[in-house]
């Protein structure tokens, strides 16, 4: 029996009798772990299922180690390899060191400082991880390539899409799946693929990160672990904080390897796309058909992060943009009724047409004056404008009245949609008045609502009143 294995192994190991022996949850995973504990030692033992898979990870785990990469130590291992004792690294893991930042939709620097540590080490376990690894042992294959690629689309296809009981024409979908795979496996590599680089598999050991789960590691190429984590679909990461963690990834990536941000930033997002339609994937068969709650509740953060990401088109996959498009707005994934997120309505107005009304019933919020800003209105070719237009733009910003406006406007508003999302309120309204709401007000209500969405994991309503102009973020 697999458990009385466990004993032996902890016993040979420590020379101490096996006193307890708990289970911990697995998650998705079909292997099992246990802590096993006896005269003040403690162990986690591991059965798995599948003999190349334990060896994947005792041969990648010793390497790691050997590079300075912090992992847990593996003990000792079954003669038949299917069971083994490793390192007990304790029960903090980053996913839950972070929760109150992903309940709260904002995160404290205290969780920043964590997240952006964690992403520092990726390059060195990408580039040493792979310094002198046999790729061969790698499990299930050795390198991320055109089959893996289309596993996952698949995965995507057969497990998500069509249990949606969306239409969709396959051949069409197919051309695009295929130029995207070609795009994906332009600059493949030979660095380390961690393959489930994400939250849930970061161990803290007094602070510092430990990875684990890294058994379906192969060689791939550097941006789909950093996708993979910035996109996780529950975690709820501002816009600012991905920026932030992708800064702190390239800044620990410049011993490894020279790179132009721009273009990083180009195929990073077609890994984004690739992740969350094979994460997709991965909820549908956990969660509709093995019926895991967890992975159905992870289905709609991930459709969210999914509209997020159209936002701009990928006019190189036009039939998947659509189909993505027509995905993400059926009925049992979108309902805005069951959003329970803080949604901040922006107004711009014109002061001689009165005050925007607040409906929500809330009353929480601000009405920002600015008539002491320089308005462009005043001058005859600008009247032509609005707030939008580059021309205004130019004016505000090159008169600088209005940025350091709106600086005090950014405290303010920060530190109150911070509390009310803490204090888990639903509504909250901002107002921006001029003399005729065309100019100022209208670049006042643009900013802060782009600041706001970059910062904050909430709804954004920007309704410029004088306009006629509405809009959701």
Same mark, same amino acid.
């Given at each position: ?104 939709? &904002?995160? /404290?620097?205290?969780? $920043? %400082? !964590?997240?952006? @540590?964690? #992403? *520092? ?111 996780? &679909?529950? /975690?709820?990461?501002? $816009? %600012? !904080?991905?920026? @932030?963690? #992708? *800064? ?124 002491? #800003? ?100």
């Amino acid at each position: 029996m697999a458990q009385d294995t466990l004993q032996n192994l902890f016993e040979q190991f420590s020379g101490e009798k096996l006193e307890s022996r708990s289970e911990i949850s697995a998650s998705g995973s079909h292997r099992r772990y246990f802590r096993l504990q006896g005269g003040g030692i403690s162990v986690i033992g591991v059965i798995g299922t599948d003999l190349d898979e334990n060896r994947a990870f005792i041969t990648l785990d010793k390497l790691f180690r050997v590079r300075g990469i912090n992992v847990p130590e593996v003990y000792a291992v079954s003669e038949d390899g299917l069971c083994y004792i490793q390192e007990d690294l304790g029960d903090e893991i980053l996913f839950n060191a972070v929760a109150p930042g992903r309940e709260r939709g &904002a995160y /404290s620097e205290e969780e $920043e %400082a !964590l997240l952006l @540590k964690t #992403v *520092a080490c990726l390059p060195k376990i990408q580039f040493e991880g792979g310094r002198g690894l046999d790729w061969n042992i790698c499990y299930p294959q050795a390198a991320f390539d055109g089959r893996m690629v289309d596993f996952d689309l698949n995965y995507f296809k057969y497990c998500f899409l069509k249990a949606t009981g969306l239409e969709f024409n396959e051949v069409h979908l197919q051309d695009d799946f295929e130029r995207l795979r070609e795009d994906l496996l332009q600059d493949v590599g030979d660095t380390f693929l961690y393959r489930d680089f994400q939250a849930r598999n970061v161990m803290l050991k007094e602070g510092i990160p430990y990875f684990i789960d890294f058994q379906g590691g192969r060689r791939g190429p550097i941006y789909y672990d950093i996708a993979s984590f910035i996109s996780q &679909a529950r /975690s709820r990461y501002p $816009e %600012a !904080l991905k920026e @932030k963690m #992708v *800064a702190a990834y390239l800044e620990a990536l410049k011993p490894y390897r020279a790179i132009d941000p721009a273009e990083f930033s180009e195929k990073l997002r077609l890994f984004i796309l690739f992740r969350t339609l094979q994460v997709l994937g991965a909820y549908g068969f956990r969660g509709y058909f093995e019926k895991k709650p967890h992975f159905i509740a992870s289905v709609p953060p991930a459709l969210e992060n999914l509209r997020r990401l159209l936002r701009t088109p990928f006019a190189d996959y036009p039939y998947l943009d659509a189909l993505l498009r027509e995905l993400t707005e059926m009925p049992q994934f979108y309902s805005p009724a069951e959003d329970k997120r803080l949604e901040v309505h922006i107004y711009s107005f014109a002061y001689k047409k009165g005050i925007p009304p607040d409906d929500s019933g809330n009353g929480g919020g601000y009405v920002f004056d600015c008539r002491s #800003v320089n308005n462009p209105g005043k001058y005859e070719f600008y009247r032509q404008f609005n707030g939008t237009d580059p021309e205004v733009i130019k004016f505000l910003e090159d008169d600088g009245e209005i940025l350091r406006f709106l600086d005090s406007v950014y405290t303010l508003v920060d530190a109150h949609v911070q509390r009310f999302i803490e204090r888990k309120f639903t509504h909250m309204q901002v107002c921006f008045g001029c003399t005729g709401g065309q100019h100022r007000s209208v670049y006042s209500a643009e900013h802060l609502a782009a600041h706001l969405t970059s910062r904050f994991d909430l709804k954004v309503v920007l309704t410029h009143r004088e306009l006629g102009i509405e809009r959701r973020f």
